[in-house]
C-alpha cells in the first residue's frame, strides 16, 4: 500500500497502531522515550513492538531531555532518527555534527512556532530533516506556503482531509505528521481520525 505523501505518525504505544501504520504505508512511527511522558514506550515493549515492524523508520521522540539525558536513554533504542524540540539541544547537535562531519541518523525538529522554525531553518537547514510544524491549523495557507518553501516541513493538526488535499496541492510541504493514541484496552483500538487521514492519502 502507498500514500501521496510522506508520514509520520508520532505517539505510538501500542501494537495496534505500530502494525495499522505500517500496514498503511507510513513513512515513520515515532515512539516517546522519556519516563515522565504519558506514552511512554519502555525499551521492553519498543522492542517488542518494532520485531513486528518492516519498512519503516523508527523514531525516538524527546520534548525536554537534555543531550546527555538522549545519549543515555539511546543506548537502549535502536533507531533510524531523533525528534526534539529544545533549540539548545539542536545547537548542540549542530556542534557534534561538525566534529563527525554529519550526524549518523536523522533529525526532525518539532514546534508549535512558525516563527521559530522559519529562524532556525535559515541556521540548520543542512542538518534538520525534517522541520514539524504543529497545530499548523493555526497558521494561514500563505504562511505554510512560506514555511513550506524554506524547509522540508511537516504539518500537523486538526486537519480535515479536504484541508491537507489542499495544502498538498498548493504548498511545497514534504508531508503530514499524525498522532497515536492510547488503546481502550489491550487489542481494543479505534484509529478514528487517523484511518480517515491515512485512508484520505492512499494513492487510488
Excluded at 40 to 54: D, F, G, K, L, T
Excluded at 124 to 142: G, S
Excluded at 169 to 194: A, H
Aim: aromatic share 8%; glycine share 6%.
Amino acid at each position: 500500500m502507498a500514500l501521496k505523501t510522506f508520514v509520520k505518525v508520532g505517539n505510538i504505544s501500542s501494537l495496534s497502531d505500530a502494525r495499522y501504520c505500517a500496514g498503511m504505508g507510513v513513512d515513520m512511527l515515532g515512539f516517546q522515550v522519556e519516563k515522565d511522558k504519558i506514552d511512554y514506550v519502555s525499551p521492553q515493549s519498543y522492542a517488542e513492538m518494532i520485531s513486528w515492524i518492516v519498512g519503516v523508520k523508527f523514531v525516538a521522540e524527546f520534548s525536554t531531555a537534555s543531550l546527555a539525558e538522549m545519549n543515555e536513554i539511546l543506548q537502549e533504542y535502536p533507531i533510524h532518527a531523533l525528534q526534539i524540540e529544545r533549540e539548545d539541544v539542536l545547537e548542540e547537535l549542530a556542534d557534534k555534527a561538525k566534529e563527525l562531519d554529519n550526524l549518523p541518523i536523522g533529525l526532525i525538529f518539532r514546534s508549535q512556532s512558525a516563527e521559530q522554525i522559519e529562524k532556525l531553518s535559515t541556521r540548520y537547514n543542512h542538518l534538520v530533516n525534517y522541520f514539524l510544524l504543529t497545530d499548523a491549523e493555526d497558521n494561514t495557507l500563505k504562511v505554510l506556503k512560506n514555511l513550506s518553501e524554506k524547509c522540508n516541513l511537516l504539518v500537523e493538526g486538526d486537519f480535515s482531509q479536504e484541508i491537507i488535499t489542499d495544502l498538498l496541492s498548493n504548498t511545497k510541504i514534504k508531508g503530514v505528521g499524525l498522532q497515536g493514541s492510547l488503546e481502550e484496552k489491550s487489542g481494543l483500538k479505534d484509529f478514528g481520525n487517523l484511518a480517515e487521514i491515512l485512508e484520505a492519502l492512499e494513492i487510488d
